[in-house]
């Protein structure tokens, strides 16, 4: 059977292959991962990823993404490797966080869309030749592996996966905004977030004024002594 893997984005077979992620250490505790470009395709494999992130000794990692997506199979190791990390991580969406880079970004503790920064999430894609069973091979392999990257949104947003399957079937696309209310992303940078709930405040009513605070400030003595000798008439 001549099957080829599934992607969610496919890149012309002239174009050069280019180091699409870029790892740098801001600080002791502190670390950012940029993935600018497809991931995984033409030699370009979770395996180098991995290596990078594997040497990153920082207790938190920004990770920031402006990606048209690329291979399931790397962006899911790549997710599966990021959560396991013992890394605070950060997700900033800087541009466009689409297909298989939607999903790695998911993979954050906190997600944070910048202001004018688009999401989009759909099924899993691939190319097959061969006979008919080979197709149907694939279809059904596709079908697991979308219903697999509904999860991750599921797990995220608390919606149910269903409801992104059909958000995935109809190729959804979000801005800032609506990515934070769809639950795939928790604010928009520079913004409070939209799916926080306002704080209760709490008001105690004052309760009634007992005698004692009426006549606290009242010398009672006084007014007796002044009252000595009042004659009131029969």
């Known amino acids: 059977m001549k099957l080829n893997r599934p992607y969610n984005f496919q890149r012309p077979m002239d174009v050069a292959p280019k180091t699409w992620f870029k790892v740098t250490n801001l600080s002791?505790?502190?670390?950012?991962?940029a993935i600018y470009d497809e991931i995984g395709m033409y030699g370009i494999t979770a395996a180098d990823f991995v290596d990078e992130l594997n040497g990153i000794k920082a207790k938190n990692i920004t990770l920031r993404i402006n990606s048209p997506g690329g291979d399931v199979f790397d962006g899911l190791a790549m997710y599966s490797r990021l959560r396991s990390h013992s890394a605070t991580i950060n997700t900033l969406v800087d541009g466009l966080a689409a297909s298989a880079a939607s999903f790695i970004?998911?993979?954050?503790?906190t997600v944070t869309m910048s202001e004018g920064s688009v999401m989009m999430i759909h099924e899993a894609s691939g190319v097959c030749m061969g006979a008919a069973s080979d197709m149907?091979?694939?279809a059904d392999l596709l079908d697991k592996m979308s219903a697999n990257i509904a999860d991750i949104y599921a797990r995220r947003s608390g919606r149910t996966t269903d409801e992104h399957r059909t958000a995935m079937k109809a190729e959804s696309w979000y801005t800032d905004q609506e990515a934070v209310k769809a639950g795939l992303a928790d604010s928009v940078a520079g913004s409070e977030p939209t799916n926080k709930l306002p704080d209760v405040v709490k008001m105690t009513a004052p309760g009634a004024p007992s005698w004692d605070d009426i006549f606290k400030d009242v010398d009672l003595n006084a007014i007796a002594d002044a009252l000595k000798g009042v004659k009131t008439d029969d």
Do not use: H, P, Q, V
């Not at 002791?28 to 991962?33: A, P, V």
């Not at 970004?105 to 503790?109: F, L, T, V």
């Open 28 to 33: 002791n505790d502190t670390s950012e991962i």
């Open 105 to 109: 970004a998911m993979a954050g503790d």
């Open 136 to 138: 149907r091979c694939l």
